[in-house]
């Protein structure tokens, strides 16, 4: 019986034997996440203390008239209403604070507050706006196509600071002892939430000054991709940020095979880099081999952690044992 040889084989072998070589169809590549897994510091361990996650709770919103935001507060075992407390916010927080997703902040900041390589803090995990009628985003859904995100997160203006510094903070600041010191306030967040996290402290370098940002969106969505440019022609700001991104995030070619390096995230997010670099910025980066995924980033996010909050005061007496031991709650009064 005859056997028919596809038409795309037979233009490879065609080519092939044209250069002189002849070569094997390609193999299937693998899926390059899939050689990025969570470290132990992103699961619950064996006599940690545990904080605990509250909310939601729902914010109105008058830089973006119509929407509210939903929030959570992590609050950790260590912390202590007569003592001010750090603060990292996340952008996206349904995907931050998923305990079965790919970031699991609270266990992180669990394990990392219990040996004290990070300052007691809050973690507030926020989603981005929406009209009551519409969806809370879910892990599946992140809310570019139901909710405002889009317009929110990738937009340069500083509509999305106001609703951080001037409407969540108050709020905040009504239930908490938050720190007052803009060193002691963090915003991070993925994809469009780290450009947004990265506009928060650009716009009120005065409030936050720790960025973290994973996969971030530094391109043309709404104009992100100017940042690099803007970084150069723009005065140094007090900021510190940690980029992530890797090799195979969308390299901006389109369905028709057109590239457009505007919309190459692992460029742009290099363009950032760059243009950071070249003004002093206190700055890390780290650049794996994964997709448009938190699989890298959620596999580093405690030397993330770690690395930008370093600076935490520290004692070095010989004798100060309370330094030297695990960072464990106080004892409370009933």
């Given at each position: 019986m005859q056997r028919t040889v596809p038409a795309t084989i037979?233009?490879?072998?065609?080519?092939?034997?044209?250069?002189?070589?002849?070569?094997?169809?390609?193999?299937?590549?693998p899926n390059p996440d899939a050689f990025y897994s969570l470290g132990p510091d992103s699961f619950p361990r064996d006599g940690v203390a545990q904080g605990e996650v509250r909310g939601p709770f729902t914010l109105p919103s008058e830089a973006y008239p119509g929407t509210q935001h939903t929030y959570w507060v992590y609050v950790p075992a260590q912390y202590d209403a007569a003592v001010p407390a750090s603060l990292m916010i996340f952008n996206d927080g349904q995907a931050f604070k998923n305990m079965e997703g790919d970031l699991r902040?609270?266990?992180?900041?669990?394990?990392?507050?219990?040996?004290r390589e990070l300052p007691v803090m809050l973690a507030v995990f926020i989603n981005p706006g929406r009209r009551p009628d519409?969806?809370?985003?879910?892990p599946q859904e992140w809310g570019d196509r139901t909710t405002n995100r889009p317009t929110e997160y990738n937009t340069l203006d500083d509509k999305y600071a106001r609703v951080i510094v001037d409407e969540l903070m108050p709020a905040l600041n009504k239930g908490y002892n938050i720190a007052k010191e803009p060193e002691r306030h963090g915003i991070g967040g993925a994809s469009s939430g780290a450009i947004a996290a990265f506009t928060v402290a650009w716009e009120r370098p005065n409030h936050f000054r720790k960025v973290l940002s994973l996969i971030g969106s530094f391109t043309n969505l709404r104009g992100g991709h100017a940042y690099a440019d803007i970084v150069r022609k723009s005065e140094k700001k007090p900021i510190r940020i940690y980029l992530q991104d890797g090799r195979?995030?969308?390299?901006?070619t389109s369905r028709g095979g057109n590239y457009d390096e505007t919309r190459d995230w692992f460029l742009q997010n290099n363009r950032l880099m760059q243009a950071l670099s070249e003004k002093g910025y206190d700055l890390n980066f780290s650049w794996g081999i994964g997709r448009h995924s938190q699989k890298h980033g959620g596999a580093i996010l405690p030397d993330m952690l770690r690395w930008l909050w370093r600076d935490q005061p520290v004692s070095t007496d010989v004798n100060d044992q309370a330094e030297r031991s695990f960072n464990k709650p106080k004892d409370r009064k009933p």
């Open positions: 037979v233009l490879m072998l065609s080519i092939a034997f044209a250069n002189g070589v002849a070569q094997d169809p390609p193999a299937q590549a902040v609270p266990n992180v900041v669990d394990n990392l507050i219990w040996r519409q969806p809370e985003p879910t195979n995030d969308n390299r901006g």
